[in-house]
C-alpha cells in the first residue's frame, strides 16, 4: 500500500515563496500520473498541476507563470515550487498520484495548508 505524506505548507506574505513536497512511501509500480489540487474553503477541488510519466507538464491558468511542479524518481517525491504567491493562492493543497495506466489505484496525500496575507 502506498502512502504519500506531504510537507512545506505554512503562513506566507503576498509576494513570496513555498515549496510543497510530497514522498511516496511504500510499493508503488509508477507514475503513470501525477499532480497537485487545492481546495479553496468554500468551492471544490481543482486541479493546480500535472506531470505525467511521459508527456509535458499542464497547469491551471491562475497559477500558470509562477508555479512549478517537478518529480525526484530517485527520492519517489513530488515537488510544487510556488513563487509570487497571492492571497487567492490560499488552500489546503493535496498531491495525487495515479501508479498505472488500466489500474484503478489512485493515491492522495493527506493535505497541507498554504495560507497567503500580509
Known amino acids: 500500500q502506498v502512502q504519500l505524506e506531504e510537507a512545506g505548507g505554512g503562513l506566507v506574505q503576498p509576494g513570496g515563496s513555498l515549496r510543497l513536497s510530497c514522498a511516496a512511501s511504500?510499493?508503488?509500480?509508477?507514475?503513470?500520473?501525477t499532480g497537485w489540487y487545492r481546495q479553496i474553503l468554500g468551492k471544490q477541488r481543482e486541479l493546480v498541476a500535472s506531470?505525467?510519466?511521459?508527456?509535458?507538464?499542464n497547469y491551471a491558468d491562475s497559477v500558470k507563470g509562477r508555479f512549478t511542479i517537478s518529480r525526484d524518481n530517485a527520492k519517489n517525491t513530488l515537488y510544487l515550487q510556488m513563487n509570487s504567491l497571492k492571497p487567492e493562492d490560499t488552500a489546503v493543497y493535496y498531491c495525487?498520484?495515479?501508479?498505472?495506466?488500466?489500474?484503478?489505484?489512485?493515491?492522495w496525500g493527506q493535505g497541507t495548508q498554504v495560507t497567503v496575507s500580509s
Open positions: 495525487n498520484v495515479r501508479p498505472n495506466l488500466g489500474s484503478s489505484a489512485n493515491y
Open positions: 511504500g510499493s508503488i509500480s509508477g507514475f503513470y500520473m
Open positions: 506531470l505525467p510519466n511521459i508527456g509535458r507538464t
